[in-house]
Structure formats: C-alpha cells, structure tokens
C-alpha cells in the first residue's frame, strides 16, 4: 500500500497530503481516509505551508507531509485537529504507521533549522532525508527512539502496571528507552527491576512498532517471572499487580504493541 521514496516527483495535482496545524493532525472524519487530504482540498481552503515532506507513494499517489499556517482558517463543520490517538485504531495499521511518519519528519525538520554544534543554518540533503550544516559538516538523521516493552508472565498471570501519566484506570505492560551502551534484552531486565522491583528470564521477541508519541521504536517481547515481590517505583508506577487472563483491567488497544502483546499470549494459552 505504502511505498517509501524520497525523489519528489512534479507537481500533478493528485497529490495526497497529511496536514498538521500547530503540531495537531488535521482530520475529514467525514471522508473515507479522514487523515489523507488530497491537493485540490488544501488549494481550495488556501492553506499556505510552512514546510512540507514528499514521504512517497500511497497506493501509488504521491503523499507529503504538510504543515500548514498556524493562523489558516479550519472549517470547524469539516475539519478536527487534534493528536495522533484521534485516528489510533480508527484507521488501518499501515496509514495510522504512515501519519506518525509524516508527524515525526515535520518535528525533526522543525526541530533542526540550526546547528546544535556551530549554530549556522541547516540545510536539506539533496541524496538522502538529512539536515546538513555545511560549516562545520553536521549531520542530522529523523531521530527515532528505541524503546523495549516486555509483558511478564507466570502462567495465567500477567504483570500489568498504571503509569502515572495514564488516563483513567488503564493498565498496561513495562516499558523503558535503551540507554547508550545497552541491549535491549539489558533494558528490559533493568527497567523491570527499576520499575516494579522483580526478576525476568526468557526473554523472547515478538515483534515491533513504530509509535509516533514523539519518535519511539517500540521493541516488543515476553518475559517469564523469575523471582522478586513487586515494588513499585514511586515515582513512573502508580499501582502494578498479577491479573489472571480472565479478570483483566482496562488494558491498551491492540493497535499499540502492549494490546497486541497480551491478545498474543491469551490467544496462544
């Protein structure tokens, strides 16, 4: 459905664009694709653009990245600007993968119009998706963020712990960036600890997801319980406990990595 490229083609008018105002995506959640405006709709409302990023072919349309003046005009009859979770799990997995594409590379080419090292201006490479200071020749990549999340199991029992940043009562699996210098297996095993206060063993990999909240890599696998009471971080962990599989609480969508992780392992049992 996706194919990447980074050779913008001219201009044809079929264009497809992924539009943010303010840092917030720009929806028509009356329309099929709600998060895929094409060209003809943004030369009709006269938005003008800050930036834009070709990103490459959506079902063979050319699709950009766009953001738009922070004073343009919305029709608040058609349009929702909001973040990213309006549209989790409400359209397909690829699209939701490619409008955190089209957020992540607006945030980086905001993020780095000068140089952290000599303060010159940057410049767009011309060969590949970099910023480029010609001065003192830094280079600056998309930044993406690996991050390891791990759900913890002992039998019919799975460690789920409440963040203190999430809404509501909703309970989900251990999570934590790579430091540098670490595997990701270290990660997981550190983190636990830090965490909740346990022991892991059998680490095993099921599988990735970017996640767009900023620029994480979410790196997915299960752990048995190997030892330890829980103790909670006082600080990231509100409440963490065992919940058999058939009295779970308010657990994440399985559009994210964490709900996919714990429908996996209830499938499987």
């Known amino acids: 459905m996706f194919r990447p490229d980074t050779d913008a083609p001219g201009a044809t008018g079929n264009e497809l664009y992924i539009v943010f105002q303010r ?15 094409p060209a003809e709709q943004i030369q009709r409302n006269g938005w003008n653009p800050r930036r834009s990023h070709f990103m490459g072919y959506w079902h063979e349309q050319s699709c950009h990245a766009l953001e738009i003046d922070p004073e343009a005009t919305l029709d608040l009859m058609k349009y929702q ?24 590379l607006l945030d980086w080419d905001r993020d780095h119009q000068f140089c952290g090292r000599c303060g010159n201006p940057m410049r767009a490479d011309t060969r590949e998706r970099a910023m480029r200071c010609e001065p003192c020749g830094t280079i600056n990549y998309p930044r993406i963020a690996p991050c ?49 206060g346990v022991e892991v063993c059998n680490l095993r990999y099921f ?46 969508p399985v559009a994210s990595v964490s709900g996919q992780l714990i429908q996996h392992y209830i499938d499987n049992l």
């Open 148 to 196: 390891a999340i791990v759900l913890i199991t002992r039998g019919e029992e799975l460690l789920l712990a409440r963040n203190a940043n999430f809404p509501g009562p909703m309970y989900s699996t251990l999570a934590g960036f790579i430091e540098p210098g670490e595997t990701v297996e270290e990660t997981l095993v550190r983190e636990v600890r830090e965490e909740v």
């Open 81 to 104: 600007r909001g973040s990213l979770y309006q549209v989790l799990g409400r359209v397909e997995e690829q699209l939701f993968a490619l409008v955190g594409r089209a957020s992540q």
């Open 23 to 37: 840092g917030e995506l720009v929806t028509d959640m009356r329309a099929a694709q709600p998060c895929l405006l």
């Open 207 to 252: 599988q990735s997801q970017s996640w767009p909240f900023p620029n994480q890599l979410m790196l997915g696998f299960f752990a048995d319980y190997a030892g330890g009471d829980i103790v909670c971080d006082e600080v990231e962990i509100v409440d963490a406990q065992w919940f058999h599989v058939n009295e779970l609480p308010m657990i994440p």
